[in-house]
Nanobody, 121 residues
Framework: QVQLVESGGGWVQAGGSLRLSCAAS????????MGWYRQAPGKQRELVAR????????VYSDSVKGRFAISRDNAKNTVDLQMNSLRPEDTAVYFC??????????????WGQGTQVTVSS
């Protein structure tokens, strides 16, 4: 099993910045990708950003490109999300996620407990 613990959420005014951090423990050798999702009230959970741990490539949702940056530290088993130019629509609970690639498929089964990010206008 993999355990994920997030930190760094909070409240910020529009235009401000926050940094989220996620620490992985347990069977970390299984992790092939780490990322961040978010879920706003009444909306589906959506991918924000992902990094593939072995090669370092990243993907971002269109809504955060150019404003958010994901980074990982494989030695510390952490992944951070730097969020700049925050907007009220970025308000959501942010979840850390870890994925594994086995056979020919990806499984993004491991989740943190979530951390609230609130951006006021």
């Amino acid at each position: 099993q993999v355990q994920l613990v997030e930190s760094g959420g909070g409240w910020v005014q529009a235009g401000g910045s926050l940094r989220l951090s996620c620490a992985a423990s347990g069977s970390i050798f299984r992790i092939d990708a780490m990322g961040w999702y978010r879920q706003a009230p009444g909306k589906q959970r959506e991918l924000v950003a992902r990094v593939f741990t072995s090669i370092g490539s990243t993907v971002y949702s269109d809504s955060v490109k150019g404003r958010f940056a994901i980074s990982r530290d494989n030695a510390k088993n952490t992944v951070d999300l730097q969020m700049n130019s925050l907007r009220p629509e970025d308000t959501a609970v942010y979840f850390c996620n870890a994925g594994t690639f086995r056979g020919s498929s990806w499984n993004y089964d491991f989740w943190g407990q979530g951390t609230q990010v609130t951006v006021s206008s």
